[in-house]
């Protein structure tokens, strides 16, 4: 298994944050195939095959966990990489 954990600070306000989140969601779905199902208006859990995790989302900072499985664990990397980019391009 491998563990994937980005920590990224935001100043938006909620309406805003709330709308890029979707678009985030949707991007890792269309990238990864992996699904988010929102437990309140701050937590989401994600999951595909071999993948499981979580979203995280305060007042100021987006925090996601991502577990691999083996086969998987091989692509940690550019999986941070590509969340990373897109966080820092669209929550700035």
Known sequence: MSTVTINH???LDADTLKTKIESLTG???QRYGVTANWNSDSQADISAPGVT???DVSDN???ITIELNMMLSMMAG???EDITKYLAKNFA
């Open 9 to 11: 600070p935001h100043q």
């Open 27 to 29: 991007e890792i779905k």
């Open 53 to 55: 995790g979580s979203i």
């Open 61 to 63: 900072n987006i925090a």
């Open 78 to 80: 550019k999986i941070e």
